[in-house]
């Protein structure tokens, strides 16, 4: 690609509730969108960045303006992951030259990476911390919807009456709960206990990135996923023998085209692969849910929290999400 013209954009998307996870509670989602074109064809990404690396719209903006010129020139993406950082700004461009590269050639995304036709994915329907019993109410809101993950605080007495609410709630749901860093050492025995009775299936990381260690010798029988633990393809190998599942998202690996090769670096490592999101509008979902074909787990429920999402949109139905041609990634 030559003469490509770049505008950034930054745009705010309300949600329809506060989203409470360990440590924080969400209002709204702030993102960046990207938009590359080359006169006749255009391509967007949008991207969210990590809050809790310190990513905003500011940060991000500023790295891609820094690499203007580079991008203008028609740069590949592969030479893009070498000239910008892994984050939310490099996904945004990577989702974009994706995306336009798809309108140019006649291909869709899918096809450019190798990849058989796209099917729904069964994905995960996500339960913001809260009361336990305003949390088994939403999860019997969810009453047609297989998979739910909770969101636990690291309140040890408050967390265990959440997840016994839900499972009492939904004793047909696969379910797993996600941590976010909110759990001590000595914590996890008591914890695992009550999500083995529970019939708990995932169970996402429990412990600090950088406190990997408090899950050496930890004896638990269901699969631990790394997500604040693992953000690049270089660290997939220091996961093995703590967890058994990489939670792959493109705003912490800084877009598609790493996370394809995270994704095949996990299988070799003997890794389950999860596809997850950051929050965003359904533009942010669409490259994901080309990387959820490949996945075990799948966790692309961001728009769902959003009081209004773009149109065209990722369709939700039963459990499942399914992208639109004319959303993003496929030929004009």
């Not at 003469?3 to 745009?11: N, R, Y």
């Not at 995306?99 to 990849?115: F, I, M, N, P, Y």
């Not at 969101?151 to 709960?177: F, H, N, Q, S, Y």
Request: negative net charge; proline residues 6%.
């Amino acid at each position: 690609m030559s003469g490509i013209s770049l505008d950034i954009a930054v745009e705010t998307f309300p949600f329809a509730a506060p989203f409470r996870i360990s440590g924080y509670v969400f209002d709204h989602q702030d993102v960046v969108v990207v938009t590359l074109t080359d006169g006749e064809y255009i391509g967007r990404g949008e991207a969210s960045g990590v809050y809790y690396l310190g990513e905003d719209p500011a940060r991000m903006m500023a790295q891609i303006e820094a690499q203007r010129a580079l991008i203008g020139s028609g740069v590949s993406r592969e030479m893009l992951r070498g000239a910008m950082p892994a984050g939310g700004a490099r996904n945004a461009v990577d989702a974009a030259m994706w995306d336009l590269e798809a309108k140019r050639t006649g291909q869709a995304v899918w096809q450019l990476a190798g990849l058989a036709p796209p099917k729904p994915l069964a994905t995960t329907f996500t339960l913001s911390a809260d009361d336990p019993a305003a949390m088994a109410r939403r999860a019997t809101d969810f009453a047609d919807v297989p998979h739910i993950k909770i969101k636990l605080t690291g309140e040890l007495p408050l967390d265990v009456k959440r997840v016994r609410a839900i499972r009492a709630a939904r004793p047909d749901a696969w379910l797993g709960v996600d941590g976010n860093q909110g759990f001590a050492r000595r914590d996890l025995i008591p914890l695992i206990k009550v999500l083995v009775e529970e019939r708990v299936s995932l169970l996402e990381q429990p412990s600090r990135r950088g406190r990997e260690a408090d899950l050496d010798g930890l004896k638990c029988s269901m699969p631990i996923a790394a997500d604040e633990s693992v953000l690049t393809l270089d660290e997939i190998p220091s996961l093995v023998g703590r967890f058994g599942v990489v939670n792959i998202k493109l705003d912490k690996c800084g877009g598609l085209t790493e996370a394809l090769l995270m994704a095949k670096a996990a299988r070799l490592h003997g890794l389950g692969v999860m596809v997850g999101n950051m929050v965003g509008s359904s533009l942010a979902m669409a490259p994901a849910f080309v990387l959820g074909q490949l996945c075990d787990i799948v966790d692309l429920d961001g728009p769902i929290f959003l009081a209004r999402d773009r149109t065209p949109s990722v369709v939700y139905s039963r459990g499942q999400a399914t992208c639109p041609p004319d959303l993003w990634g496929w030929p004009a």
